[in-house]
């Protein structure tokens, strides 16, 4: 396929951005980008044959006919400034990811939480069936190398990101929506118009196809009960079509559970990701896949196998029998849920949270503070802003505060630079380490496990 377009991304370097510009490219259009730093991601997309430029500067988009951008990128972006004055087409992320769709059968999946892993698990089944689609995820993934992949057939898999209302933009055969919460509410505004918005994107769904409902939340159910769609509801609900039973949660090694289609048992399942939450994700996977035709027992053998997306749930296990695991959890539903995988493994848990963006922080603190009751040990540090300026009087100690006020003992607001340090005085042989945060915390796993493996070297 070829295209004489040349399509410019600010902020290439980003997951998400990334991702949409190696689909884009091999889509057969010819794609540049900048961001503020070199990365491996830049470095992965460069080694691929697209021109990227760091620092973001007018000239950089010369030779550009249309120009993608986030929702993170500043209107006053001197890219974004050039790209008016020469009325060059500019379309949002998802606008210029609608484009792509358009002649796809597209399998869409979005929600407050669980997309990535969701998303994950429906590419990994329609590739290993032989369908051979076109994947664009929102995290890095074993199978694929990267978060991206160009196929050749006319299916499409992606993450619908709702974060600012532009998901509704898409028009897919298949909608996934794993759930609602109240999230991006520096967005939003109020939880109506978050309703609004997943009502809109399920109602986008095709005729011909149909929506995928999580039956564990109940505005998507209450918005189910109002759709002119075909709806398919899958979880652990009794009214649940697609649904989990006797499921048994085996700490490190996942869960198993038996899955009925319509009230006939299909065969019983191996999920080697953890926690609850990821049962009934698998399920939401499960239940496309079928749609498409694929068997059960090609179903069962791919997901037994499935490792999971980069920084979900992610397990580095020491000598000393410590585990550290690495989580992208932001919001604290997903923090609960991350920690709640691992709340009868008998092992100590401590935490360490990098909160993510100064709003949220202020939004939902209380519900923050509510959420690390499950941590033997806290550990709050300074909040990551992305793109947001601070706000005065809003820092991460406001949670650390805000969770012992509701009981927490063992609570400590920690500078990001001594967050090692402090571990290697606390963390002992059993203990469950969680680096939680959708920020740069992802970096310091490693680094933890390097510097607790040499001092247990040492004792």
Known sequence: MTNEKTVHFIGIGGIGMSGLAEVFYCHGYSVQGSDLRKSKVTDRLEKMGLTIKIGHRPENIEGADLVVYSSCIAEKNPELAAAREKNLTILKRMQALAMLMQDKKAIAVSGAHGKTTTTSLVSILLIEAGLDPTVFIGADVHF?????????????????????????????????????????????????????????????????????????????????????????????????????????????????????????????????????????????????????????????????EFKGADRR????????????????????????????????????????????????????????????????????????????????GVSGNDICESAKSYGHKDAHFISKDDIIKHLIDVVKPGDAVFLLGAGDIGEMPSKIAKTLKDINAKV
């Open 313 to 392: 749930f992610r397990i580095t296990h020491l000598d000393s029998n410590i585990v550290i695991i690495d989580d992208y959890a932001h919001h604290p539903t997903e923090i609960r849920a991350t920690l709640k995988a691992m709340e009868s493994s008998g092992r100590r848990i401590v935490a360490v949270f990098q909160p993510h963006r100064f709003t949220r922080t202020r939004d939902l603190k209380d519900q923050f503070g509510k959420c690390f009751d499950i941590a033997d040990h806290l550990v709050v540090t300074d909040i990551y802003p992305a793109d947001e300026k601070p706000i005065e």
């Open 144 to 304: 694929l190398g990267g978060n991206a992949k160009c196929g050749q057939s006319d299916i499409m898999v992606t993450e619908a990101d709702e974060s600012d209302g532009t998901f509704i933009l898409l028009n897919p055969l298949y909608s996934v929506s794993t759930n609602i919460d109240r999230e991006h509410m520096d967005y939003y505004g109020t939880m109506d118009n978050v309703l609004k918005a997943y009502k809109q994107f399920i109602e986008n769904t095709k005729n011909e196809g149909c929506a995928f409902i999580c039956a564990e939340d109940e505005n998507l159910k209450n918005i189910a009960k109002e759709s002119k769609k075909r709806i398919i509801k899958y979880g652990i609900s009794e009214d649940a079509d697609i649904r989990a039973e006797n499921i048994v949660l085996l700490g490190l090694d996942g869960s198993e559970f038996d899955v009925k289609y319509k009230g006939n048992k299909l065969g019983r399942i191996k999920l080697s990701i953890l926690g609850l939450h990821n049962v009934i994700n698998s399920l939401a996977a499960i239940g496309v896949a079928m749609e498409l035709g694929m068997n059960f027992d090609k179903i069962k053998g791919v997901i037994g």
